[in-house]
């Protein structure tokens, strides 16, 4: 069941295979989305989608043209509707292909603290504007105002995603919008608890694809991981398949990304991303004794495929990697390092973080890539925002061999602010000899949900902290000669809101206030990055 209107269904990469392969496919809109018939509400991914799932996978087994071995695919919301459709337990469902989707539709890890992807929400926005129009449309309202004021906002996406206060969105004010805008802008992420809880009520094989330039990619993996440990029954904990590859979100099966060329082993003939699909659907729809790898998954740098039985992969070697400076790593010029050297007595580094100035967003893990407002996914240069005072940057000397960078990252970060609430961003980044430095991956915490609690925790301003920020997961060859590199910063926008420094909640302010930002790295309160090394 498609969210954004059934004809994306028609779009599916893979739909001509999975005909050709003697597979009935079957697509629809969600309740109350596109041409069908009721309402949507917020409140529908957690009341009625997993249950019009259920009847629709029970339907379709009830077909004379269906041998009661039902299958489900898709992407983004597909995916998330897939598995709230597993949870019911339909009884003709034997295997999900969820790619690039969660559990939570909005995709923000809670390991963000509360920062959201507003790029995101920000994407979905104007669609579900329009289809709030066209339907209203069909009923027979008068719409014209809405829909100049919908143009406006298409034509001017600079006005669109730099307005204030977020809640007042002139879109986000239509007859039913209102409510799902204030939903996009407060997501409610699942229980760390509940969520291994929702694992062990699901018992069916499941293909889990996505991207490591994909902003649900870490979500994906994490789903595998969960579903590897927990799934409700032996026989589909041993039935998880994940495929990892150099793509952005929603199947985009490309070796062009971003300002890189990752060769012809990334496209979807190159990768057989098609023919392992079919193998999986043969596999536990027909019984079929197929042999098809756990993990599957692209290696950036070699520009080459590896397969695994389990993630991260047991023979993963922890570096440590502190940051280090003379008080001056402000820009790609200054004296920012990062070694494996634990640091001793060091000046802190500081750099002012200016909501109405934030350091934008340059490539990345982007579930919506905006090219006409230049918001591409993927790795691009990021020299440009390297430039800028209040992005620091911490670069290893030149690596003396090869190194392979596989599994998950994450960065402690001892830090204060001048401020009650802020945000501090950091980018894993790969330098090459000649200078050009892309972006491998990133994460971001929201000072006042350091503690991962519901309830907002504001900050004592200077005091330290220890922060602990998520950056997802990659799988880089560094060669000899190459560095890497630490950019933080306190905004990435807007592919994640502006942190306002007013304590405030999410979309209630217009203007912001300025935050003097202080990074530590001495030796009792050492910075610092575990990187996964593959030997």
Same mark, same amino acid.
């Given at each position: 069941?498609?969210?954004? /209107?059934?004809?994306?269904?028609?779009?599916?990469?893979?739909?001509?295979?999975?005909?050709?392969?003697?597979?009935?496919?079957?697509?629809?809109?969600?309740?109350?989305?596109?041409?069908?018939?009721?309402?949507? #509400?917020?409140?529908?991914?957690?009341?009625?989608?997993?249950?019009?799932?259920?009847?629709?996978?029970?339907?379709?087994?009830?077909?004379?043209?269906?041998?009661?071995?039902?299958?489900?695919?898709?992407?983004?919301?597909?995916?998330?509707?897939?598995?709230?459709?597993?949870?019911?337990?339909?009884?003709?469902?034997?295997?999900?292909?969820?790619?690039?989707?969660?559990?939570?539709?909005?995709?923000?890890?809670?390991? &963000?603290?509360?920062?959201?992807?507003?790029?995101?929400?920000?994407?979905?926005?104007?669609?579900?504007?329009?289809?709030?129009?066209?339907?209203?449309?069909?009923?027979?309202?008068?719409?014209?105002?809405?829909?100049? &004021?919908?143009?406006?906002?298409?034509?001017?996406?600079?006005?669109?995603?730099?307005?204030?206060?977020?809640?007042?969105?002139?879109?986000?004010?239509?007859?039913?919008?209102?409510?799902?805008?204030?939903?996009?802008?407060?997501?409610?992420? @699942?229980?760390?608890?509940?969520?291994?809880?929702?694992?062990?009520?699901?018992?069916?094989?499941?293909?889990?694809?996505?991207?490591?330039?994909?902003?649900?990619?870490?979500?994906?993996?994490?789903?595998?991981?969960?579903?590897?440990?927990?799934?409700?029954?032996?026989?589909?904990?041993?039935?998880?398949?994940?495929?990892?590859?150099?793509?952005?979100?929603?199947?985009?099966?490309?070796?062009?990304?971003?300002?890189?060329?990752?060769?012809?082993?990334?496209?979807?003939?190159?990768?057989?991303?098609?023919?392992? @699909?079919?193998?999986?659907?043969?596999?536990?729809?027909?019984?079929?004794?197929?042999?098809?790898?756990?993990?599957?998954?692209?290696?950036? /740098? #070699?520009?080459?495929?590896?397969?695994?039985?389990?993630?991260?992969?047991?023979?993963?070697?922890?570096?440590?990697?502190?940051?280090?400076?003379?008080?001056?790593?402000?820009?790609?010029?200054?004296?920012?390092?990062?070694?494996?050297?634990?640091?001793?007595?060091?000046?802190?580094?500081?750099?002012?973080?200016?909501?109405?100035? +934030?350091?934008?967003?340059?490539?990345?893990?982007?579930? /919506?890539?905006?090219?006409?407002?230049?918001?591409?996914?993927?790795?691009?240069?990021?020299?440009?925002?390297?430039?800028?005072?209040?992005?620091?940057?911490?670069?290893?000397?030149?690596?003396?061999?090869?190194?392979?960078?596989?599994?998950?990252?994450?960065?402690?970060?001892?830090?204060? &602010?001048?401020?009650?609430?802020?945000?501090?961003?950091?980018?894993?980044?790969?330098?090459?000899?000649?200078?050009?430095?892309?972006?491998?991956?990133?994460?971001?915490?929201?000072?006042?949900?350091?503690?991962?609690?519901?309830?907002?925790?504001?900050?004592?301003?200077?005091?330290?902290?220890?922060?602990?920020?998520?950056?997802?997961?990659?799988?880089?060859?560094?060669?000899?000669?190459?560095?890497?590199?630490?950019?933080?910063?306190?905004? *990435?926008?807007? @592919?994640?809101?502006? *942190?306002?420094? &007013? /304590?405030?909640?999410?979309?209630?302010?217009?203007?912001?206030? +300025?935050?003097? @930002?202080?990074?530590?790295?001495?030796?009792?309160?050492?910075?610092?990055?575990?990187?996964?090394?593959?030997?």
């Amino acid at each position: 069941m498609r969210s954004y /209107g059934r004809h994306y269904g028609r779009r599916l990469p893979m739909l001509n295979n999975i005909l050709d392969a003697g597979y009935a496919f079957v697509n629809s809109d969600l309740r109350g989305r596109g041409s069908s018939e009721g309402e949507w #509400k917020p409140e529908n991914n957690f009341t009625v989608e997993g249950k019009d799932g259920y009847d629709s996978v029970e339907w379709i087994a009830s077909q004379d043209w269906c041998d009661g071995n039902v299958g489900m695919i898709g992407a983004s919301h597909a995916a998330y509707f897939q598995w709230l459709t597993a949870l019911e337990k339909p009884p003709h469902l034997k295997a999900i292909a969820p790619w690039t989707g969660d559990f939570n539709e909005m995709f923000v890890p809670p390991l &963000t603290g509360g920062a959201i992807s507003l790029i995101t929400a920000l994407l979905w926005l104007p669609r579900e504007a329009a289809d709030v129009v066209n339907r209203l449309e069909r009923q027979g309202q008068d719409v014209n105002d809405m829909r100049l &004021t919908l143009n406006r906002a298409l034509n001017n996406l600079d006005e669109f995603y730099n307005f204030l206060p977020l809640k007042d969105m002139p879109i986000a004010q239509f007859e039913r919008l209102k409510e799902l805008w204030n939903w996009r802008l407060n997501p409610v992420s @699942q229980p760390e608890l509940e969520k291994h809880r929702i694992y062990e009520e699901i018992a069916v094989p499941c293909f889990h694809q996505c991207g490591w330039y994909d902003g649900a990619g870490w979500a994906v993996i994490e789903n595998f991981c969960n579903m590897k440990d927990r799934a409700g029954s032996k026989y589909a904990q041993d039935s998880q398949h994940l495929v990892v590859g150099p793509w952005p979100h929603a199947m985009q099966f490309q070796n062009n990304l971003g300002d890189l060329n990752f060769g012809a082993m990334a496209d979807s003939f190159g990768s057989g991303i098609h023919e392992f @699909q079919i193998a999986f659907f043969d596999r536990y729809l027909r019984g079929k004794d197929v042999k098809i790898p756990i993990v599957k998954y692209f290696v950036m /740098g #070699k520009n080459s495929w590896q397969t695994a039985n389990s993630w991260p992969l047991p023979q993963t070697r922890w570096q440590r990697y502190y940051l280090h400076s003379k008080g001056n790593a402000n820009t790609s010029s200054g004296d920012g390092l990062l070694s494996c050297d634990a640091p001793g007595v060091e000046p802190p580094d500081m750099f002012i973080y200016n909501p109405h100035h +934030p350091v934008p967003t340059v490539g990345g893990p982007l579930i /919506g890539a905006i090219t006409s407002a230049g918001m591409v996914a993927g790795p691009i240069e990021q020299s440009y925002i390297e430039k800028r005072h209040d992005v620091l940057c911490y670069t290893t000397s030149e690596l003396k061999e090869d190194i392979e960078v596989t599994g998950p990252l994450q960065l402690h970060l001892f830090a204060s &602010t001048s401020a009650r609430d802020t945000d501090f961003s950091v980018k894993l980044v790969h330098v090459y000899p000649d200078g050009r430095a892309y972006n491998l991956a990133e994460g971001i915490i929201r000072a006042s949900g350091r503690s991962f609690r519901h309830e907002k925790e504001l900050v004592n301003p200077g005091q330290i902290y220890e922060f602990v920020i998520t950056l997802g997961q990659t799988s880089q060859h560094f060669r000899k000669g190459h560095r890497i590199r630490i950019n933080i910063s306190s905004s *990435n926008f807007p @592919q994640f809101d502006r *942190n306002m420094n &007013t /304590g405030n909640a999410i979309g209630e302010d217009a203007y912001g206030i +300025p935050a003097i @930002q202080t990074i530590y790295h001495q030796h009792e309160y050492a910075s610092y990055i575990d990187l996964p090394i593959i030997p």
